[in-house]
Every structure is written in C-alpha cells, then in structure tokens.
C-alpha cells in the first residue's frame, strides 16, 4: 500500500514531559531517544516535537528566541541530530513546530526593531504610538509600551511575545530559511502555531484576514521544497471552505479546529465558562466536519493536545472503557490522527495543588478571581503532567517540574503486560489501519443511530469496513449489521453496544 504523507500518524509530544534522563526533572531530547523502540512498537509514524528551541520560557518554548539552536534544557544540536537519526532507523520521522506568529522579545529581530526603527528589521514587529482596545488572548491588553523606542508593540499573547508583522516580505524569507534549515536537518513536517494569526488586522479591533494568511504561506512555501512534507496548521479561526482552499494548493496538508474541545464550554465565552459535555453534540461536531473535508478535504483527528486537558476526565469522569472507545472512533475516521503523549495509557488531568499551576495563562485567570473548578478542568498544565512509565513514574529520578496526584496504575509498563489495555488496543488499531487500505482512504458512508451512537462505513473499491460506536454510557440497541469483528472494545452483541462500546468490522 503507498502511503501519502496525510496517511502518516503522528505522535504529539511534550519533551518538557516525557522523559527526562539527566535528573533535573526536565524531560529532554535524550529521553525521547531512549523511548523510541517503544513509540515504533506503538506504531506511529512522525513525532510532533513541541517547542525545543533556546527560549526564556515564559510559555514553555512558545516564545522563541532562536529557530535553529537547541535550548540547553532540551540538549544540544547534537543530540537532536542523533534523535532524528535514531528515528528514521524505527521509521519515523520529526516534526518541528514553527513559531510564526510572534517570536520572544528576547529574539535578536525585536531587540533590533526595538532599537533600530529604521534599520532593516525595524518594522518586522507592529508598532504603533497609541494602544487600541484589542485583548491578548492570556488576558489584558495586547498592547505594551517600550521606553526604548517610546511605542506600543503588539502580542496576541503575552506581553514576552511580540507579533511579528508579516506585512514585511523579509518576516516570510527569514521563516524560509529556517524551514530549510531543518529539512536540510532531516526534519520531515512542520507543525505551524497559531497560523491564521498571521493574517490578522488589528484596527479597530482584532479580525482575521484569510487572503493575508494565505499570501503569508506562499511566500514563507515557494522556496522549499515541500514534496516530502506533512505541513500541519493550527488554525482555529478558519472556515472549512478556507481550509480546502489551502490543501488544494498545498499550502497546509492538515488544519486543526477546536470545534469539539470546546463542547463543554458556553458558545461565545471564555475557555473557562463550561457547561455539560452531550455526546449527542460531539457525534454532529464530527459528522459535521467529516462531511465538510470529505473528496478533497482532510481532517486531523485528535482528542487532547498539551493546551487541551484529557477529554478523558473532562468528559468521561476517567472511565478507561471510554478511552478505548475514542481511541477506535479517532483512528477509523477520515484523516490524519495525532496521537497525544500519555492518550495511549488513558492519563488524566490529575490532580494539582493550587500553588502548583505554572501555565501562565492559567496563573493569570487566577489572579483575576477565576475559578478553581474551571482550572481544574480546563487548566493547560493538566495537559502536561510528566508521563507515567512505570508506577512509580519513571519520568525522572528527580524532582519532576511540575508535580501531581493521578492514577500511578495507569502507566506504559504496566500495560504491556496486559493483553486487555488501552495500550494494546491503540496498537492493534494502529497496526489495522496499515493493512486495510479503506481507513485511510475509504470514503465515509453514515448510517442512521440514535443520538448518542455514530456508525459509518469506510469504502475503498471492494473493501467495505463498518464502524459502530456507543459515545455514551448507556446501552444502545440498534439495527445496524455487523460482519467478522476485527476489533472490538467493550461489550456489544449482534442488537446491542453495551456502555461505550465500539466495533470495528468488515460489513459482510
Ligand atoms: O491554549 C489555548 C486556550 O487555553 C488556546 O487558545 C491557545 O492559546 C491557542 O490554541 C494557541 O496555541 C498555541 O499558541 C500559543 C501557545 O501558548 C500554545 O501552547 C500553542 O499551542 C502561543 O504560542
Ligand atoms: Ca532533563
């Protein structure tokens, strides 16, 4: 079977998280390194690394000061080297995440455009000498005044984070360069921050322009060569229309939306104002989507990411049965599923004391008054507990960065062992979906079910495999015909999906 560069599944990990090897409580390159046999065992095919450049760390590598170094937390350019080498001997290969809208103000161009308005880089940041109404997204104004250069520049997030103006041609060739950089590296997808953003006017207020964000990548595209590469964008504010628009010329290969993160929280508000999670919601939030990418378009499937805590607690109060049940929903649906560190144990958001939040969105939100119980859900720092290994942890013989209570006997170790865990399933499913053609490209064919149960077809010339799946907690009777099983998770019979159930079968 030639697999396309969308067929690739990808591994999100959070190397401040996952394995940290010298004992500083850090996770670092090395880690990620030595945990290869199992991600190849697992069976993905591409790491997505979070942020791994020099970067003060205010938003844990978010805000970049350098694009082709390797921040001394992580490990140097040497090790990264030997990882992406060591990778491509299991067969998978590195993307890195590109920081385009903004960079650290501690980035050489912002030190120069601060100091220099009218050198070269002088106006690759916004600047302005009044501030507008415009909020940053992590609270307060997006507006923030130097006493170097006597203006306001502009950042959609912290006041450490600078927005680079991509109205300058020289913002797009600099970003060129360090694509090139890493492809020359062996570097084989990018993972785009907050791309849409790119194309944003600020006067009066904050609107997204798509022919900006659509200039902004080809300029930054033309001269690589993307042949090979998997280009992942992370666009929240685009419509399904748009986002076709930019696979068709291959501008971006894969676009998230947010549209089924945000099923517990009140339409219109804050991240933090939540309300009851109903599978009959997260079934039209997918089917919507599904019809809007189906023939050109293409979906990612995902479920968490290190800015989402698990669906798994927020939604299914833990429950391991559901876990089993999204991990065959999300990887026999259309598109390219990433896999989030820590989704194949079924980790949750744990618990964490209140003078143990780091994340500096949520800090802010607290100081403001909000709401413990929102940040307990919604908080980003649950999305970034250190990885559980063993029992006992085996993230770090230190102290790990960020500490917690959860379940020690969700962990890798123990779930090898067991044929019946999530771990296995996740890798059945994986191995499934590289024999049967239909999963990947299969066209999706819906059948009638009650509300809180999706079913579908996947078709590829004869082959014909039907998926059944109960997203609640609830039995379902149903009518639908289910051929030889070739996975199944749950308790289900020819009529019936017992509590979240799910079946992945061929249709005769
Ligand atoms: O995290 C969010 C809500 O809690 C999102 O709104 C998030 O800010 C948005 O998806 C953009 O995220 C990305 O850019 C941010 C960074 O903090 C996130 O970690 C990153 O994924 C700024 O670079
Ligand atoms: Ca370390």
Same mark, same amino acid.
């Given at each position: 079977m030639i697999k396309s560069h969308r067929h690739q599944v990808v591994y999100h990990l959070y190397p401040k998280s996952f394995q940290d090897t010298n004992g500083d409580g850090v996770g670092d390159l090395n880690g990620i390194r030595k945990r290869l046999d199992y991600l190849q065992r697992l069976g993905v095919d591409m790491i997505w690394l979070c942020p791994v450049y020099t970067s003060p760390g205010y938003d844990h590598g978010y805000g970049v000061a350098d694009y082709t170094s390797i921040d001394p937390l992580y490990g140097s350019m040497d090790e990264m080297e030997a990882l992406i080498d060591e990778a491509s001997r299991h067969d998978i290969t590195i993307m890195m995440d590109i920081v385009a809208n903004h960079t650290s103000s501690c980035h050489k161009w912002f030190i120069a455009s601060e100091h220099d308005p009218d050198g070269p880089y002088g106006d690759t940041y916004i600047w302005r000498d009044e501030p507008t109404e415009v909020e940053s997204f992590f609270g307060g104004s997006a507006w923030t005044y130097s006493s170097i250069r006597q203006q306001y520049y502009f950042h959609s997030f912290a006041k450490e984070q600078p927005d680079l103006n991509w109205n300058q041609p020289i913002v797009a060739k600099e970003f060129a360069r360090i694509l090139s950089f890493w492809i020359e590296k062996g570097v084989r997808g990018f993972r785009f921050d907050v791309i849409d953003l790119i194309g944003k006017q600020i006067h009066p207020h904050r609107w997204l322009n798509f022919e900006r964000v659509q200039e902004g990548l080809r300029e930054m595209l033309a001269p690589v060569d993307r042949s090979n590469l998997l280009l992942v964008g992370e666009a929240g504010g685009l419509s399904p229309s748009e986002i076709r628009q930019l696979q068709e010329e291959r501008l971006l290969d894969v676009v998230f939306n947010f549209e089924t993160c945000a099923l517990d929280e009140v339409a219109? $508000?804050? $991240?933090?104002h939540l309300q009851s999670f109903d599978p009959a919601e997260l079934k039209m939030t997918i089917k919507k989507w599904q019809d809007e990418m189906k023939e050109d378009g293409w979906n990612s499937l995902f479920w968490n990411n290190h800015d989402q805590p698990r669906v798994l607690s927020r939604w299914y109060d833990d429950d391991i049965r559901a876990a089993k049940m999204l991990a065959l929903l999300q990887l026999t649906l259309r598109g390219t599923p990433f896999i989030y560190q820590g989704d194949e144990i079924g980790m949750t958001n744990g618990n964490i004391q209140q003078s143990d939040y780091q994340d500096i969105e949520t800090l802010r939100y607290l100081q403001q008054g909000g709401a413990i119980q929102s940040v307990q859900l919604k908080g980003r720092d649950h999305a970034r507990l250190p990885m559980m290994w063993t029992k006992e942890g085996g993230f770090s013989t230190g102290s790990a960065w960020l500490q917690a209570m959860i379940d020690a006997d969700r962990n890798v170790h123990d779930q090898q062992l067991d044929d019946d865990s999530l771990l296995q399933v996740y890798r059945r499913l994986l191995s499934i979906r590289k024999t049967e053609p239909a999963l990947l490209d299969g066209e999706m064919r819906w059948q009638e079910t009650p509300s809180t149960m999706i079913a579908f077809d996947r078709i590829h010339g004869e082959q014909s495999l039907r998926i059944l799946v109960n997203l609640s907690n609830h039995s379902i009777r149903h009518r639908i015909k289910m051929g030889k099983t070739l996975i199944g998770v749950g308790d289900y019979c020819e009529e019936e999906l017992g509590p979240y159930a799910a079946v992945l079968c061929y249709t005769f």
């Open positions: 219109g $508000k804050s $991240k933090w």
